[in-house]
């Protein structure tokens, strides 16, 4: 490439020449450039302030540029960058693990890598060499219908088959969907996962917790949950929960794990974990899984590792965030944010010919219905994104589901403006019907 000519283009133009975007369709339109962030704002480079009602893709929980997490990241930095994980450890690496398993007192080791797919990969991974190491054959995984469980390969074989991963379809292992359950199907549900597992050879059931994130942000009931989560653990199944979205309080309470008495083998952690700001995947298990891996046998160790696993700067990070959950009594604000959500859904029944509402914690989710099928590339999602973002709100609805994740540090005025920006949008396509 001819750098020279680069010159004369401004960031926008540079940013389309040089970079292939993540979900991004080539013929999008031109990426924002953002040029600062602070609390619940991002700025882009022409001064236009945002509401980042999204948490910047589900992870910036306490916000932009938080100043406490910002001096705890510094401080670290002046001291240890990064060290190798084997053979080495660091203060930091050890007290997130004993901080994280104080809030899962069911579990025993914390095992560190880069992000949520590889937090995933861990769980998947640990689960199947559990039984090996044990010379039982188990070859079979259950997961949900429209679950999104990441992007690398074994991450995208337990996530539900979908035009995210349509090319790879013939390289992915094999997995059993049941449906999510309902009031209506719990019992047809049950039945499948009895005889799913009636042979004994299914090794895991990996579940998001009360939520399906980028599935369609499908929520679900914790007692139908737990019928499932018993069901497995009478037949020898581990139970894998994929907190990636859900953990650090998005459903209300710290994991959605804790709405349920069965508490899972495993769990994912990522997002969230660092308050957003720096790449970082946390797996933990109970000592039942862990066993299976304390054998002199060399050949029964857990061979997996990456480069940057137990980051320090990552971990000042984490230990940093959930020093916040106390300081700023985050669960409280959390509620503070569902009561209001639980007013707007009500105040939308009028509009029930438009779309329907729901709430779980911070995360308000709308289906809008229009004369296409609710999936991914239903149309208007282009027209919502350009509608919010001339009002200044970031949003990123799934298809036809809009949803706000917002960073638990906005402010009632900044909600009351997002809701009253949704009831327009609502008003505008009730009067293109007429
Ligand atoms: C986002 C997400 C992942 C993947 O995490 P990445 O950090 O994007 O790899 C996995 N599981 C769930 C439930 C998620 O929401």
């Keep these: 490439m001819e750098m020279g000519r680069l010159n004369n283009l401004n960031n926008q ?101 880069d992000n ?58 094999d ?17 499948h996962f009895k005889q799913t597992t009636i042979n004994g050879d299914v090794a895991a059931f990996i579940y998001e917790p009360l939520l399906l994130g980028a599935g369609g942000m ?17 037949a020898n199944v581990l139970n894998i929960a994929d907190e990636v979205m859900t953990g650090f309080g998005r459903t209300g309470k710290m994991f ?41 046998d060399k050949t029964k160790t857990f061979y997996h590792g990456h480069s940057f696993t137990g980051n320090p700067i990552t971990c000042a990070a984490a230990i940093a965030s959930l020093d916040l959950f106390d300081i700023n009594n985050i669960l409280e604000k959390i509620q503070d944010i569902n009561n209001l959500h639980i007013a707007f859904v009500q105040s939308l029944s009028k509009y ?9 914690g911070v995360i308000l989710r709308i289906e809008f219905i229009n004369n296409e099928n609710t999936s991914y590339l239903n149309n208007i999602k282009d027209v919502i994104n350009e509608f919010f973002i001339e009002r200044k709100i970031i949003v990123r609805p799934l298809g036809n589901i809009f949803y706000l994740l917002p960073p638990y540090c906005i402010e009632k005025t900044d909600l009351e403006y997002i809701y009253k920006t949704i009831v327009e949008f609502i008003q505008t396509i009730s009067s293109n019907c007429k």
């Design 13 to 113: 133009q540079k940013d389309s020449k040089l970079i292939w975007h993540p979900y991004t369709h080539y013929e999008s339109l031109p990426n924002i450039v953002i040029s600062k962030g602070e609390g619940q704002y991002l700025f882009d480079e022409n001064g236009n302030k945002y509401i980042d009602a999204i948490s910047s893709w589900w992870v910036s929980i306490h916000g932009h540029c938080n100043r406490y997490i910002n001096e705890a990241v510094y401080k670290q930095l002046q001291t240890l960058d990064h060290v190798i994980f084997g053979g080495f450890t660091h203060y930091p690496a050890i007290e997130i693990s004993e901080r994280i398993l104080n809030l899962i007192p069911f579990h025993n080791k914390v095992f560190f890598s």
């Design 116 to 173: 949520g797919s590889t937090a995933v990969e861990v769980a998947v991974k640990m689960a199947i060499q559990h039984f090996h190491n044990q010379g039982i054959k188990k070859n079979k995984i259950i997961a949900f219908k429209d679950s999104y469980h990441g992007d690398t390969f074994g991450s995208m074989s337990v996530s539900s088959r979908s035009i995210f991963n349509k090319a790879f379809w013939d390289f992915l292992f």
């Design 175 to 191: 997995v059993e969907y049941i449906d999510l359950p309902n009031e209506n199907n719990i019992n047809e549900v049950v039945e």
């Design 218 to 234: 499908k929520i679900y009931k914790p007692e139908h949950l737990e019928i499932l989560l018993q069901l497995a653990t009478s």
């Design 256 to 296: 959605a794990s804790e709405y349920m008495i069965t508490k899972p083998d495993l769990i994912c952690l990522s997002k969230g974990l660092s308050g957003g700001i720096l790449p970082m995947g946390i797996t933990t298990c109970n000592s039942k899984v862990y066993s299976s891996f304390e054998q002199t």
């Design 352 to 360: 029930k010919q438009y779309c329907r509402a729901e709430t779980i």
